[in-house]
């Protein structure tokens, strides 16, 4: 049986289990997205048995790599 991917009502959270973790990188199930942890996606900053979270900052830079424009502006900031 395929558990489908959640989308919150309101704002994502910090941390998210894997079902919120899929529907927020665009998977259309848990399994899905769970066969992508450790090659496309980052692996769970909390792994407890059954407990798996992920952060939304590992999951943004999983799903929109930095690009040279956005280097430049992170580097421009700090000069300031």
Request: proline share 11%; glycine share 6%; hydrophobic share 40%.
């Amino acid at each position: 049986m395929t558990r489908p991917a959640i989308i919150p009502a309101g704002a994502w959270p910090a941390r998210m289990n894997p079902a919120m973790s899929a529907g927020y990188c665009g998977e259309p199930s848990v399994e899905s997205f769970l066969r992508r942890v450790g090659t496309e996606y980052p692996k769970p900053i909390v792994d407890q048995g059954r407990r798996k979270l992920w952060l939304k900052d590992h999951l943004d830079q999983a799903i929109q790599p930095e690009s040279p424009v956005s280097a430049r502006v992170a580097d421009a900031a700090l000069d300031l």
